[in-house]
């Protein structure tokens, strides 16, 4: 819907493709839809679901058997989202590195983006 043809919506690290393949695995889901939410101190939160059925208007992003659905709503906020899984002594998960953002929480668990017509003039630029 948002998308640049031939280029993808989002991008995977090896990282988040392996882990993503292995949740796909072991719930036999058809892959994670990937979306955003009014919450948290910073105004929106990223979410993720197993998903059994790809909706119509989802982006869909395969990379190495790892399959991602970007819902509707959220597509114009994930382009050029880089989506990365990091583990440390503390705690393991999926990161976004996305361009869109335009402020995060102190927790890092929400985030605020840029406005959303400024969002849309860059990418009717490109």
Same mark, same amino acid.
């Given at each position: 819907?948002?998308?640049?043809?031939?280029?993808?919506?989002?991008?995977?690290?090896?990282?988040?493709?392996?882990?993503?393949?292995?949740?796909?695995?072991?719930?036999?889901?058809?892959?994670?839809?990937?979306?955003?939410?009014?919450?948290?101190?910073?105004?929106?939160?990223?979410t993720m679901d197993y998903?059994?059925?790809?909706?119509?208007?989802?982006?869909?992003?395969?990379?190495?058997?790892?399959v991602v659905m970007i819902?509707?709503?959220?597509?114009?906020?994930?382009?050029?989202?880089?989506?990365?899984?990091?583990?440390?002594?503390?705690?393991?998960?999926?990161?976004?590195?996305?361009?869109?953002?335009?402020?995060? %929480?102190? %927790?890092?668990?929400?985030?605020?983006?840029?406005?959303?017509?400024?969002?849309?003039?860059?990418?009717?630029?490109r």
């Open positions: 819907m948002f998308g640049i043809p031939g280029k993808q919506a989002v991008t995977m690290t090896p990282k988040a493709v392996s882990q993503i393949a292995k949740l796909m695995q072991r719930d036999g889901s058809k892959g994670l839809r990937i979306g955003v939410k009014k919450g948290g101190c910073a105004g929106m939160e990223y998903v059994a059925e790809v909706e119509p208007n989802d982006e869909v992003i395969e990379q190495g058997g790892a819902a509707p709503m959220a597509q114009m906020f994930l382009f050029g989202t880089e989506i990365d899984y990091e583990t440390s002594l503390l705690e393991s998960g999926f990161r976004f590195r996305n361009p869109n953002v335009a402020d995060a %929480c102190g %927790c890092g668990t929400s985030i605020k983006f840029r406005d959303v017509d400024e969002l849309n003039a860059e990418r009717q630029a």
